[in-house]
């Protein structure tokens, strides 16, 4: 196996490099006719399952497309369903989250008795200002039941002699430190504090039936301390105690592995796949961080995430690009990511101080010593990654214009992350913009800049480009992306008139477009499963093997997104991981995850390749498969994992 890994590696880095080569082809030779429904399933879909091209053939390929784009009249997965019911915090407002899943356990919080709990004024004055002679007398009068507690909390230099009084300070914070330990074990105990040792080796050993038999005897608050004691590993077939545990252990976490795990099901089982391969699309275009480093006090990136995608994105993927922008532009993920919330002009910093403005919303102040005036980081974004692009034709001092425009833009305050206007933030001098006049008009200059870039013919350009990046080429043809780009104009950016433009084309169905596009991690992950396929109950440990492979969910730092080309995902660490990926998948070493592989048995490679690819397997993959079997027994899931992880089945 070691020797094979490389060579096969090596094998399907050339093949791809070849493929990728020649992805610049013909873009007016015609695909077959069974080639065009295979590649609409590689570019509309996450991959297709075993029975998807004769399902696509019964409807009609024109007609699947055409509903592809109308996800309203497509009847939900009811598995789908299932499997989002229990991860609650996608249905559920940012503030809820806030309240419900805090950075911390509320039992393990450990707040000390404040002084003034503890002592009078007078004796405050005279442990923390007076002389070393005022302090020992009035530690001395203290009563002994809260001594230890004012020692413990004293600052050391306070408490520095006589050394019987260091010693005894010395003593009560180790007794306070004790007392913490004792309570958090209390709260969280370890295995042998819950159960006797044949349980402990149930909980830690056992299949999942006896696991959940086990969790069943349980009285509920035994049963959650339980499954926090759990690594979160041992539960991935009882995702629903993974998640009970995980809501005493780390709550703040489970917003985000909500997030992650939704968007993982949903490529897996939605069957609106268009829709959800362009909510990936959006939000990647439209990025943000989720462990951006927030100033306020419990502003947490993850409690934003559910609502960023339901609320900003999901809603307009098929809508028009201005609402879809102006969406965005007011939600908590965008303002705080990139620090538009704390954008305000030079004259409002001394307001800043006062705290709440008169006359308008009561706003509670998130602002730090951070602020320095108007921050340009969302005025260069919009313009150069959301809307125009690099080469869009704006300046400098059009991003200055714009930052502007958005003085005020806020968020109405870290429990209750929703967005504001304040108007005592907003730059309300003139502003010119490309050329067009801002007059002051409070929030409506951002409105109106949202306008302009929405309208502009560079945005029509690079919109239609990326779309075209990501559905055609790498390098689509021009007069596909200009015709996109004067569909986007001549119905005010409608998207889903562009994409119909683009799906209509002979481009989309060409030779030039076929195989064309290298699958990203979320895409491997998700099309291997879907291929087998596989059923899966929890999708943990697939949302860890994409982020393995270089596209964490969530996790892109830069407001860049993951890359839309192929040259990103075309390297030997890479390949490399895919393999041995494709090996733990098929050899059912991924939790969460269960395959049937007898619908393999008794078939050779070739046919095993032929139903995985949806097409037959090229020269390049038959080779990798033939090198990959060498002094091995040619087992169903050895064929499938070699197929998988084929020159073939990277791309789409």
Known sequence: MKRWVPTAAAALAIALFCLHASASGPFDKSLSPDQQILHALNRLTFGPRPGDMEEVRRIGLRKWIDLQLHPERIPENAVLDARLKPLETLRMEPAQIVKDYPATPPGLVFRPPQLQQLLSQDQMRAVLTGTAEE?????????????????????????????????????????QAEERQKEQRRIMPPLSDLLNPDQVATAQRGNPEQVAALFAYLEPAKRQQVAAALPAQALSELPGMRRLGMKLRQPQQIPLADAREGKVFRALYSNRQLEEVLVDFWLNHFNVYENKNVVPAGAQMRVLLA???????????????????????????????????????????????????????????????????????????????????????????????????????????????????????????????????????????????????????????????????????????????????????????DLRAMMETMFNSPEFFSEGAWLAKVKSPLEIVVSAVRAMPGEVVDTIA???????????????????????????????????????????????????????????????????????????????????????????????????????????????
Not at 144 to 160: F, H, I, M, T, Y
Not at 629 to 647: D, M, Q, V
């Open 135 to 175: 302090r020992m007398k009035t530690l001395a009068s203290v009563a002994p039941e809260k001594r230890g507690q004012v020692l413990s909390v004293l600052a050391p230099n306070l408490v520095e002699s006589p050394p019987e009084l260091k010693k005894e300070a010395e003593e009560a914070r180790k007794a």
């Open 307 to 493: 609502s960023y995608e339901r609320d900003a994105i999901r809603p307009h993927v098929f809508g028009h690009f201005k609402d879809l922008l102006l969406a965005t532009a007011r939600h908590p993920a965008m303002l705080y990511y990139l620090d538009n919330w704390e954008s305000a002009s030079p004259e409002a910093l001394e307001a800043l101080k006062i705290g709440p403005f008169a006359g308008g919303p009561n706003i509670i102040q998130p602002f730090g010593q951070r602020v320095q005036g108007i921050n340009e980081n969302y005025g260069r974004e919009l313009m150069e990654l959301h809307t125009l692009g690099v080469n869009g034709g704006y300046t400098q001092q059009d991003v200055i214009a714009v930052a502007r425009c958005f003085t005020g833009w806020t968020v109405r305050s870290p429990t209750a992350p929703e967005f504001a206007f304040a108007n005592f933030m907003h730059d309300a001098g003139e502003k010119v913009v490309l050329g067009r006049k801002i007059a002051a008009g409070g929030e409506q200059d951002g409105l109106q800049v949202i306008d302009i870039l929405a309208r502009h013919p560079s945005t029509a350009k690079f919109i239609s480009k990326e779309l075209a990046q990501r559905f055609v080429a790498d390098d689509p043809p021009q007069a596909l992306v200009d015709r996109m780009a004067q569909s986007f104009l001549k119905t005010d950016g």
């Open 542 to 652: 697939l949302a860890q093997k994409i982020a393995d492979l270089g596209e964490p969910l969530y996790g892109k730092l830069e407001p860049t997104g993951y890359p839309n080309t192929n040259e990103s995902w075309l390297n030997t660490a890479s390949l490399l991981g895919r393999i041995n990926f494709a090996t733990a998948l098929v050899s059912g070493q991924i939790s969460g995850v269960r395959l049937d592989s007898s619908r393999w048995d008794g078939k050779d490679a070739d046919s095993i390749a032929r139903e995985l690819l949806g097409r037959e397997a090229s020269a390049e993959t038959r080779e990798a498969m033939q090198k990959g079997l060498e002094g091995k027994e040619p087992t169903a899931r050895l064929l499938a994992g070699l197929a998988i992880s084929s020159p073939d089945f990277q791309r789409r």
